[in-house]
């Protein structure tokens, strides 16, 4: 069953009640009322789901997806719901199947640092459901969500049991050691905050539109955010930010960005004093 809603939309946390239209799904608990500035089409049987993109889980042999489809649970989250804590005992993988999840973990002093942002497709907590192990990081929805929710105890046998699948929780987690280890060398080797900013918008990029250098992309983060990101803070990001509109290398209007020359911003990476000349 699919569910289409462009208005107020009521959760709960638990399983309560989901009201829309007169009718009613288990969803969950504490109730919190949200304005929807879009469609979420609530699509819960795998088989049918014409989100299914080209991910590690979703393109499953048909057999193996509907054992799969078996054993999820399907849940929708506000924006702000965490779904796991860094710390916290792993009871359950949540494969995102539409929004997106912010992955962060917190250091001793209390500075957060933003590890990842998990996209449709993509099995949060895997590696700690593999290992036994606490949640290396903490999960929180950023924008509202569509998740499939699998014990770990059942996660674990599913993966024994379908030798595809468990090949494609390989990929997925060797995917997270790439991503990894190409910020552990964007933050380590750039030597000024605005190259580490330059490299984290050159690599939102690669999703943009634009042609001759011209690219054009949706920033929904918040200058805080983007500090967590590259392991600096708010105001070091807002100034960097005001120099890169005083040379010409973006235009940042709401949600809007726009990088003027991918070239020349990747210049700032080589500068010591995170400036550009003209190429």
Not at 67 to 78: G, L, N, Q, R
Not at 79 to 106: H, I, P, W
Not at 132 to 140: K, N, R
Not at 204 to 217: A, E, L, P
């Amino acid at each position: 069953m699919a569910l289409a809603f462009t208005q107020n939309v009521e959760f709960f946390n638990g399983l309560n009640n989901f009201t829309h239209c007169g009718r009613s799904r288990k969803l969950g608990g504490r109730k919190i009322i949200m304005k929807v500035d879009q469609d979420l089409c609530i699509q819960d049987k795998c088989q049918d789901c014409d989100l299914r993109e080209d991910s590690y889980f979703c393109k499953l042999p048909p057999p193996v997806l509907d054992t799969f489809a078996s054993i999820k649970i399907t849940k929708v989250y506000p924006k702000g719901t965490k779904l796991f804590d860094e710390g916290e005992a792993s009871n359950g993988v949540y494969m995102l199947c539409q929004g997106r999840v912010k992955l962060s973990t917190c250091s001793q002093d209390g500075k957060i640092v933003i590890l990842g942002i998990a996209e449709p497709g993509d099995m949060i907590g895997l590696s700690a459901a593999l290992d036994g192990e606490p949640y290396e990081v903490t999960a929180e929805v950023i924008e509202l969500s569509q998740v499939n929710y699998i014990k770990t105890c059942e996660m674990v046998k599913f993966l024994s049991d379908n030798p595809q699948a468990c090949l494609n929780a390989a990929r997925q987690l060797s995917r997270n050691y790439q991503t990894a280890y190409r910020q552990i060398c964007s933050l380590g080797m750039a030597e000024s905050v605005a190259g580490k900013l330059a490299k984290l918008f050159l690599a939102w990029s690669g999703n943009g539109t634009g042609v001759n250098g011209r690219v054009q992309i949706k920033n929904f983060f918040t200058h805080e955010e983007i500090a967590e990101m590259i392991g600096t803070s708010r105001e070091t990001v807002t100034r960097a930010l005001k120099s890169f509109r005083e040379q010409e290398l973006i235009s940042l209007k709401g949600s809007d960005l726009v990088i003027h020359d991918r070239q020349r911003l990747k210049s700032v990476i080589r500068s010591k004093h995170g400036s550009v000349t003209d190429m």
